[in-house]
């Protein structure tokens, strides 16, 4: 019980903090200040394309995993969770030699059509997808795991294919699995700062999300840091209750 | 069991003493910790190695943008000595009432445009980083860097469009090193000790020049021994590291 509310505590006091501290007379101005509308319109894009491409890319992948056995399977799960381990700013590091003009990839874009993708909204939805879409396959592979394989069996016993058991009977099962995966997968893109800065830089509008932002803010201007801080906490807060509550059947 | 319990306790009790009573023991090169502008690293590294050879102290170097120091400074980080990369910044410090005394500038330096290796793009003054097509990074204007960069720019009457703001000068320097952009603005001593890019110079008339003051802290627990490394700084051998680093002397 003690340790709970130590646990507890330890979470709240600096958002205590926050609250405390906050310049209440110049919140609504900070909220209403176009810089804060852009930042928030710009993060909250990034973090719902980056859930989106966890979500196209991550339910196969976790798919595999959960179907393979063995030294492989360690092997690729060890390699998906590697982002969530690695400090952020290593991974736009990575992001950089892969995907930058002179990357492994990237020079290969770069000489046949031109593109660039470091510096663009395209690299900070790469960069917030690159560390928060393994949230999204560890709980999605969980799911499948717990899966009860009689449903997919009894469905193929009743002659259904294997993508009408797939999309028709282990996808609904998978449901809860899929939700709290993305909801942890779009809250950590939400707050992601390291990878984004290396890898797409800032820029107001095309890649200053609101935690870059925030870090721009905190060395001039620490009150608006403290109002962006608390508009991105409050935005956070609303979506995972009202998430909670319409799709993980909060009991 | 209780034994080894009231052991324990007992060297927990001597050695919480030790800290603060026990005054017959000074070490012998006074550890101390510099809040040093980003920009400084190279310079102060050799500086430091220095300074603990010749047991003038045993520094340890807390490098972030000047910005994020004086930001932590005013936060209560403790240190011993703050070296600043403007003197907007140190004057925010004081003002603070967190120096132990005046500050005195140690170095100078000066901007130089920073392009890739050999110079591909063959940039020549400010006025071609205005230039389409090409990838232009610059530091924020929070940074000192940054503020400089964006008078130098207005001297020359160039507007650019950067491709982004970055929050460090190791930050314009490290992508114009990568290869992602074209050119950047950065310091004279960042293209000297990087070794990575190549330095295009800017004329004097629409450069710069970036005063560094240095300051010994008041939350400091040796006033000796940071003043010692200050006046080491001055020094004919300390400007000489500086100058060989790419900065100004004094």
Redesign the interface.
Known sequence: MVLAGLGLLFFLLPLAGLIFRAPWDQALAGITAPETATALELSLFCSLAATAVALVLGIPLALVLSRTTGNLRNLLRALTTLPMVLPPVVGGVAL??AF???GLVGSLLYQAFGI?I??TTAAAIMAETFVAMPFLVIAVEGGLRALDPRYEEAARALGARGWMVFARVTLPLLRPAIFSGAVLCWARALGEFGAT?TF????PGR?QTVPVAV??A???R?DSAIVLSLILLAVSLAILVGMRDRWLGAP | MTKAVVAMLAVVVVAGCGGSTWTGYEPLYPPLTIFAASSLQPAFDKIGQKAISQHIATPSFNYA?T??L??QLLQGGPGDVFASADAAHMTSVDSADLLAGPSRIFAHNKLEIAVGNGNPKGIQTLADLSRAGL?V?LA?P?VPAGKYGQQALSKAHVTVK??????QVT?VLN?VA???ADAGIVYVSDIVTSGKVDGVAIPDDQNIVADYPIAVLKSTQNQAAANAFINFVLSGEGQGILKASGFLGV
């Open positions: 950089l030699l930058g003009r002179h660039q470091p510096f800065i797409a830089g800032n820029f890649t870090y721009v905190l060395e001039t620490p | 943008g910005q994020t004086t930001a990838v990074v924020d929070s950067p491709a982004s703001l970055e929050l930050g992508k990568l290869g992602e």
